[in-house]
């Protein structure tokens, strides 16, 4: 078997913890696959047993789930094994995600989804077993995460390569097609992957840049990195190139490998393209794997580029109008952060300072190659942080601490009176800036869980940093009220004149992808309802919103938008119905009950279940 060989070399004596991961690893994604489905009403369900089985509607039968609790969002704590009962009434168990695919999706037309599922699978149980390695190296030098982060030189790297289990909500969570064990291994951010990355010298004819301040990705790369700027001359001149015609697309080491030489080779050998293999750029990946930050360093710019390896559902790579619309984004950003301090003091962005893609010449291919020779440099968010400032992906809260056993955010909780008092503060760092963006300016960012960077000072959350422009809806009608000429191109798909497809954008994010996983992590270790929780994040809505209706401009808008978070049903993206229905871009959304709602009625299963 390649894994166990894999091991041999990389994690001597660790095979048989790797074989103990493998089931616990297909367990829970058995789980996730089972919480999705339910979720996103992917198939008919139906509660039994005074609401403790969840009935799925399968191929030939039903498949019985035993559930000990169903929570506000509708997760479901799975208590036993799962049952296929056919029409017959004979039962079968269901232990393995395979089985579980096989009855609810039949046949080969679902078989990309299937290979997908066992290839996280198989990641997941890596993951495991490398953090268990990891876990034991360091478990004593600390008491908890956030002080050992303190000691590092990057606590953000730090906190990025202990996301073990990847995306929360998605069965895929660890898919990485495309890539072997071996390559996992050596990049992936939870095997501590340090890639080189390999700067690509592209001639002025194949690329197109967008600037956020007119810089460009050579003269911000030739500066933080000194022996790259020797290099570039040298091979300049040992090629007989004039220096000033060429640029830098920093590239991958494994799309350099795997992409670039394949599909690349005509610009290769006609110069247009070339490699410069002298200097490399020490990075350490970034729970995106693709987004790289410099390694040990605080100050450089991260670097996001592009892989063609498809993780969850997406293939990531760096489109094109990405690379375009990053540093226009930035710039509209930073312009509305330097008039507006009260929203600077509670909210900034990781500012995309330039975007860079290829060229092709013809129009064959021209998207894929676009989109995977293509890179972005952002600002770094520990630039200029405080000494007793930590900066960590709101992702991380929800991982194991290698120091105590506990989730990083019970261990930040801990230091508070109670969870709910937690919660009050960290809804207060996460909610203000992003609804004042949405309801002042009409600017909706996905604020989940992989795009927040949260800073702690002194165990406590200060401020939150939002990243990657993935997924933003803009609302031209509210933000041209602060500008003359209006910022944002009408043809772009960033656009909608739907107040409501910003609240839908918010919604998924903060509170599907965010608060509410953070929230029902809590309330499933601790003793404090998810109720009491959800009533502090209400409180902050409230005191955000009273605030903004002071202002007379957006007055009305912020009465609109408050009524509508407080009263509507919560929307949240159905990623499983998007991946089986191939609608990568199109969002699809469920609706699911409202957490501030205050229930009439208690229906027989959640009465069972509460």
């Known amino acids: 078997m390649e894994v166990m060989k894999l091991l041999q070399r990389k994690l001597p004596g660790y095979e048989i913890t790797f074989l103990e991961k493998l089931k616990e690893a297909d367990t829970l994604t058995l789980h996730q696959l089972i919480q999705a489905v339910f979720r996103e009403r992917v198939v008919p369900h139906e509660w039994k047993n005074h609401g403790n089985t969840l009935v799925l509607s399968v191929n030939d039968g039903e498949l019985h789930v035993p559930v000990s609790n169903l929570y506000i969002f509708q997760h479901i704590d799975i208590d036993g094994d799962l049952q296929f009962v056919n029409r017959e009434g004979n039962q079968a168990l269901v232990d393995k995600s395979e089985t579980c695919l096989e009855l609810l999706f039949p046949g080969n037309d679902r078989s990309d989804f299937y290979r997908e599922i066992l290839n996280s699978v198989t990641n997941l149980a890596l993951a495991f077993t490398v953090a268990e390695h990891r876990r034991k190296q360091i478990e004593n030098l600390a008491e908890d995460a956030l002080s050992y982060a303190a000691s590092q030189k990057s606590p953000l790297t730090f906190f990025e390569q202990w996301v073990i289990q990847g995306h929360t909500i998605h069965p895929?969570?660890?898919?990485r097609m495309g890539l072997t064990p071996e390559d996992v291994t050596r990049y992936a951010p939870e095997w501590e992957g340090k890639p080189n990355v390999l700067p690509l010298l592209v001639h002025k004819d194949r690329y197109h840049m967008t600037s956020k301040n007119g810089e460009s990705t050579k003269s911000i790369l030739l500066e933080e990195y000194p022996p790259l700027k020797k290099a570039f001359q040298n091979v300049c001149e040992t090629h007989d190139l004039v220096a000033d015609d060429y640029e830098i697309i920093p590239i991958h080491p494994w799309q350099w490998e795997h992409t670039i030489t394949t599909y690349y080779k005509e610009d290769i050998e006609g110069k247009l393209l070339l490699l410069?293999?002298?200097?490399?750029?020490?990075?350490?990946?970034l729970i995106s794997f693709r987004s790289?930050?410099?390694l040990n360093d605080r100050a450089k710019h991260h670097i996001k580029t592009a892989?063609?390896?498809?993780?969850?559902?997406?293939?990531?790579?760096?489109?094109?109008?990405?690379?375009?619309?990053?540093?226009?984004?930035?710039?509209?950003?930073?312009?509305?952060?330097d008039r507006d301090e009260g929203l600077s003091?509670?909210?900034?962005?990781?500012?995309?300072?330039?975007?860079?893609?290829?060229?092709?010449?013809?129009?064959e291919d021209r998207d894929f190659l676009q989109k995977n020779a293509a890179a972005i440099l952002r600002e770094n968010p520990e630039k200029g942080m405080g000494r007793d400032e930590v900066a960590l992906p709101a992702a991380s809260l929800l991982a194991p601490s290698p120091f105590s056993g506990k989730l990083i955010v019970e261990e930040a909780a801990g230091a508070y009176s109670s969870p709910d008092a937690f919660i009050y503060d960290y809804a207060k760092t996460v909610l203000p800036g992003v609804l004042q963006l949405i309801t002042k300016y009409g600017i909706s960012m996905e604020a989940h869980l992989q795009n927040c960077v949260v800073i702690f000072e002194k165990g406590t959350p200060k401020k939150a940093v939002l990243r990657d422009y993935g997924g933003i809806r803009i609302?031209?009608?509210?933000?041209?009220q602060y500008f003359d000429q209006q910022p944002i191109d009408p043809s772009t798909n960033l656009l909608t004149k739907d107040r409501s497809e910003l609240?839908?954008?918010?919604?998924?994010?903060?509170?599907?992808?965010?608060?509410?996983?953070?929230i029902v992590a809590l309330a499933r270790r601790t003793s404090v309802k998810e109720e009491k929780m959800w009533r502090k994040v209400e409180q902050v809505i409230h005191e955000t919103y009273e605030q903004m209706k002071e202002d007379e401009q957006i007055h009305a808008e912020a009465l609109?938008?408050?009524?509508?978070?407080?009263?509507?049903?919560?929307?949240?993206?159905a990623l499983v119905k998007m991946r089986l229905s191939d609608q990568y871009t199109d969002n699809l959304y469920v609706e699911i009950p409202h957490p501030f709602a205050r229930r009439k009625e208690v229906t027989q299963s959640d009465s069972a279940l509460n």
Request: glycine share 4%; proline share 5%; aromatic share 4%.
């Open 292 to 294: 790289l930050a410099p």
């Open 276 to 285: 410069l293999n002298e200097v490399t750029l020490p990075t350490s990946a």
């Open 475 to 480: 609302m031209n009608e509210r933000l041209e």
């Open 307 to 337: 892989v063609n390896v498809q993780m969850t559902s997406a293939v990531r790579t760096v489109s094109a109008a990405s690379t375009k619309n990053g540093p226009t984004l930035s710039r509209l950003l930073q312009t509305i952060f």
């Open 172 to 175: 895929c969570s660890r898919t």
């Open 345 to 363: 003091r509670s909210l900034s962005v990781m500012g995309e300072d330039v975007g860079i893609h290829y060229k092709p010449a013809r129009e």
């Open 503 to 518: 609240l839908d954008v918010f919604s998924h994010a903060l509170f599907h992808n965010h608060l509410g996983e953070i």
């Open 560 to 573: 609109l938008d408050k009524e509508e978070i407080l009263t509507k049903p919560t929307k949240m993206k």
